[in-house]
């Protein structure tokens, strides 16, 4: 496959919420829910070079965190409920932001590092 000319590719941001391929922006990028494809259906991409590894994770339990956490602790201080209710308020809602945000973080970086071209460095060693 020829080295992509940045000005053809399809918008990053577009194609890693969605989960599309960072190459063309048609074919799927994921087959499960996290779990990525072998490569492109439309254009044979090979995913290979994905590895976004624990970064979706790190960002969203930042995100969620500070989202979540500081709706919980503003809604404490200004109406007190019992913690109980505090908990089966955003437990659950952690949860949801949580996972919600999972796809599309990996999606996102994955395109990010085929743009960026990132890779892991080798030593021949
Ligand atoms: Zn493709």
Known sequence: MSEPDLRDL??????GIKGRCPHCGEGALFKGFLALEQRCEACGLDYGFAD????????????????????????????EPP?????AIFLPLMLIVSLGLMRPAKGLLIASQYRNKAAQIINPD
């Open 10 to 15: 399809p918008p990053l941001l577009r194609v």
């Open 52 to 79: 976004s590894a624990d970064g979706p994770a790190a960002f969203i339990m930042m995100i969620a965190g500070a989202v979540v956490l500081g709706s919980a602790l503003i809604t404490d201080a200004y109406y």
């Open 83 to 87: 913690l109980l209710v505090l908990a």
